[in-house]
């Protein structure tokens, strides 16, 4: 059975740093793709950034392109998110999702961990 398990998340001011960590065991396929996604209360779950597993090329969304920086260590089977000056429009639960190799969306999510920025 696949888990994804996120650690890291906090409480931080605006203008700090958070990593973000997301941890995948019982896999038996590689993963292709790698995801952070993140819910504000009262607002829809949006992308965040992912990374390909195998060579590590990595996506961003807009609000957090510059700020943020996804890396992976397959060795470890885990994926970090390197959080940089912080915002309270952050302020949201993070989730770490997978897409396996021969699948077409994200199937596995972890339970997310809590990030708030305070102002």
């Known amino acids: 059975q696949v888990q994804v398990v996120e650690s890291g998340g906090g409480l931080v001011q605006a203008g700090g740093s958070l990593r973000l960590s997301c941890a995948a065991s019982?896999?038996?396929?590689?993963?292709?793709?790698v995801g952070w996604f993140r819910q504000a209360p009262g607002k829809e779950r949006e992308f965040v950034s992912e990374?390909?597993?195998?060579?590590?090329?990595?996506r961003y969304a807009g609000s957090v392109k510059g700020r943020f920086t996804i890396s992976r260590d397959n060795a470890k089977n885990t994926v970090y998110l390197q959080m940089n000056t912080l915002k309270s429009e952050d302020t949201a639960v993070y989730y770490c999702?997978?897409?396996?190799?021969?699948?077409?969306?994200?199937?596995?999510w972890g339970q997310g961990t809590q990030v708030t920025v305070s102002s």
């Open positions: 999702a997978l897409r396996l190799a021969g699948t077409t969306r994200f199937e596995h």
């Open positions: 019982g896999h038996t396929s590689v993963p292709f793709l």
């Open positions: 990374i390909t597993w195998s060579d590590g090329i990595p």
